[in-house]
């Protein structure tokens, strides 16, 4: 059975709204990349992603095509439709997009359509929708590496989450993903895998930072949030997924830590399962079910709640790190 919702435009978190670029959304490809441990071919460029070879049939292919005829009148707002295999991003200015099999993402740019706001879907809606369609576990976390094991901050907008991993890089550790934490299970081991070097942060925030990098650009023109580019830092190795942090701002006076199992630990996890709100039908709730299950015995999850006056980034980076040296 289809099911389907309709979407504010202010859903679109990191939405680009910079002047349509030169050359056009489908100009100078075709291109290879490999993040998430999926290789992809694509039409469209992504110059966060690491670039990539490899023979033979790509995971996923992303390309121009042709979803409704010419006289197709979009919907005043952003509307998605899923179906078990398929989800249907029908853009209210910028694209038709149609995510398939697990395996094909098809662009149906709008006219006027901008390239930011369009990679910005593919980066967001479009990669959960392949995530889900072949049953793979996408958390909304950064992934952290200190040392050779990994851990995750999961959190709600808002809550420090990049500022945090920001930190944590400024302390000397590595990173695999600043938005998606994807959980693999090799071996029957859970391990996360690298993503792209890419991590958002405040502009006022940029003058903390000590690690390598290079600024891309603002995410919208009307807030004052960067994307940053930190290539030196970033991991290109799956890791072993040692624990998992979810963030949470209270009214508590003091910072606390408090370990999570049972029930709570497994609907802890659900609600921070990447775009899970907006995937209806497209996710394969077995596969779903199986991997949170799995996740759950397997690693360890902990609550920081974290206290009305919050810390600063740098204190509770190495609190956390103390507290998980012993």
């Known amino acids: 059975m289809a099911s389907s919702c309709t979407t504010p435009e202010n859903a679109l978190e990191g939405a680009v709204k910079a002047p349509p670029e030169e050359g056009g959304l489908f100009s100078g490809g075709p291109y290879a990349y490999r993040a998430y441990g999926l290789s992809f071919a694509s039409e469209i460029s992504f110059p966060q992603w690491p670039e990539s070879t490899f023979a033979g049939e790509p995971d996923v292919r992303i390309g121009q095509g042709v979803i409704f ?25 910028s694209a038709t997009i149609r995510v398939s099999g697990g395996n094909a993402i098809t662009v149906q740019q709008l006219p006027g359509g901008n390239p930011g706001i369009i990679r910005q879907i593919l980066l967001g809606w479009s990669l959960a929708g392949i995530f889900h369609q072949r049953g793979m576990l996408p958390l909304h ?14 959190a709600a907008s808002g809550t420090g989450k990049s500022t945090l991993a920001a930190a944590f890089l400024n302390a000397g550790c590595a990173y695999l993903d600043d938005n998606i934490a994807l959980i693999r299970f090799e071996g029957g081991q859970p391990s996360v895998a690298p993503g792209i070097p890419e991590i958002r942060l405040w502009e006022d925030a940029l003058g903390e930072v ?7 650009g603002r995410l919208k023109p009307d807030v004052n949030k960067l994307a940053v580019l930190a290539r030196s830092t970033f991991r290109s190795e799956p890791a072993p997924l040692r624990k998992i942090f979810i963030l949470r701002r209270t009214n508590d006076p003091e910072l606390s830590f408090v370990p999570l199992a049972g029930a709570a630990k497994f609907h802890a996890l659900l609600e921070h399962v990447f775009c899970i709100r907006f995937m209806g039908d497209t996710i394969s709730r077995l596969s779903l079910f199986q991997n949170l299950q799995e996740l759950s015995a397997q690693v360890m999850v902990q609550e920081i709640r974290l206290p009305a006056s919050l810390p600063r980034p740098e204190d509770l980076c190495r609190t956390i790190r103390e507290k998980e040296r012993g």
């Open 69 to 93: 005829g010419r006289d197709y009148v979009p919907p005043s707002s952003v509307q998605i439709e899923s179906s078990p295999g398929e989800l249907l991003l029908r853009g209210s200015q």
């Open 210 to 216: 000590a690690f390598e990098h290079t600024v891309a």
């Open 141 to 154: 976390g950064s992934a952290l590496c200190d040392g050779d094991a990994c851990f995750v901050f999961c």
